[in-house]
């Protein structure tokens, strides 16, 4: 590979960095061939932080008792108000983006003050042009819609909270 080709490659690389900050998206991966057996393989990645992340390090400390000294002085600095904490919190499954109606122009699949039964759609995530029905985990009254229609969610965001 010559100097003309790293040169090209780096650039190609820092545009997909670009392209990952500009569009929020946590990773991407690129193969380009260039024929005669050369191939550059790019997966260019970010670290997100899961709101989610908390509950997984508090289950922790029955392995590690170490971990609960640092797990427990993080509990006092989440708000009451985080609704990733809330009991009811139903989180998204996967990364996609929301759809809080059967199509355009259609009545919402829930609106708050709803109550709603166990399996019933909450709403839809699009991920890689298949439409993912979210079904209710339990049977209650929607108390918060927490996301808006169209907008892109990461695996573990809270959606809504079911009381």
Known sequence: MTKKDQDTDVEFIQALAELLRENDLTELQVKRDYGDEKTLNVRVSRQTIVTAAPQTLAAAPATTP????????????????????????V???????????????AAPFITVGASITEGQTLLIIEAMKTMNQIPAPKSGKITRILVDDGTPVEFGSPLVIIE
């Open 91 to 105: 989180t998204s499954p996967m990364v996609g983006t929301v759809y809080l109606s059967p199509e355009p122009g």
């Open 66 to 89: 170490a971990a609960t000294s640092v797990t427990a002085p993080d509990a006092p600095t989440t708000s009451p108000d985080d609704p990733a904490q809330h009991p009811g919190a």
